[in-house]
């Protein structure tokens, strides 16, 4: 789909007339119509403004010309869901939303961004294996990596993390394992509905965020797991079933 074809068809879904859009935009009309004629393309700061007001990525408003791909991980961003966003809401076309969040970039250590990756790659034609050594010879050469101590934050956020884990293990959560590791969580695949004391059925996050957390096996055995969850503002544990079955809430801890 071309640029024209795509602003035609995001205004109507949005129900903006031209004229709307184009002051939302600040652009004229005939602006607006000669990108919808094929006549001219929005320049660089009216796609950005574009892409916040459509909420889509730069990408996808000028058809899709490139194939993005995480700069972090490797992951093919085939859909905006997966891209990242800067802590102004502006999408971030070079890494997925599990690499970079709000503004900070998740992982410092290549290994560890390997031990989670390799657990979504695994199959039965693809051995664990295989999966490692693909991951160690894609890894450095993506942007992140050859550009490391460029990029990186001197170990700030690692530092976050670290006093994120001793806040979790000194609440002592009778049948939780000590937490070693945060990983970075979309809410969407985590957001899970828990039902209060007063019945009230209650989601506490944004499917679009990316958090800090982890699963551990109940120390009390069985198939339950314990669910940790957190950002700069909350500490929230859950126990949970196989594939998110019956969630309970244990801990929502405002930091």
């Known amino acids: 789909m071309e640029t024209k074809e795509v602003l035609k068809k995001l ?15 600040m652009v004229t009309r005939q602006a607006v119509s000669r990108w919808e004629n094929g006549e001219t393309q929005p320049n660089t700061d009216t796609l950005k403004l574009l892409s916040k007001e459509f909420d889509v990525s730069i990408n996808t408003i000028l058809g899709s010309p490139r194939q993005l791909v995480c700069q972090c991980c490797g992951m093919p961003l085939n859909e905006d869901s997966l891209i990242s966003k800067e802590p102004d809401g502006e999408f971030n076309e070079d890494y997925c939303k599990w690499c970079y969040a709000d503004g900070n970039y998740t992982y410092s250590n290549m290994d560890d961004l390997i031990d989670v990756c390799v657990k ?4 039965d034609n693809f ?8 991951m160690r010879d ?3 050469k993506l942007d992140y990596w050859k550009r490391y101590n460029e990029l990186s934050d001197g170990g700030q956020f690692e530092e976050f993390k670290a ?5 979790i293990n000194d ?9 070693e590791k945060l990983n970075a969580l979309v809410g969407k695949f985590v957001n899970l509905e828990y ?3 007063s019945g009230m059925n209650v989601k506490f996050l944004n499917d679009q965020t990316t958090y800090l957390g982890n699963q551990l096996e109940s120390e009390f055995g069985g198939e339950r797991c314990f669910g940790v969850l957190a950002n700069m503002d909350f500490i929230l544990i859950c126990t949970y079933g196989k594939d998110g079955a019956d969630p309970e809430l244990v801990m929502y801890k405002k930091r």
């Open 127 to 134: 051995s664990e294996a295989d999966a490692r050594a693909y």
């Open 11 to 25: 205004r109507e879904e949005h129900e903006l007339s031209q004229d709307e859009l184009a002051e939302r935009v």
């Open 120 to 123: 979504n790659m695994v199959s």
């Open 171 to 179: 609440l002592r959560i009778e049948g939780m394992p000590k937490v």
């Open 163 to 167: 006093q994120l884990i001793k806040e």
């Open 138 to 140: 894609t890894l450095p």
């Open 195 to 197: 039902r209060l004391p």
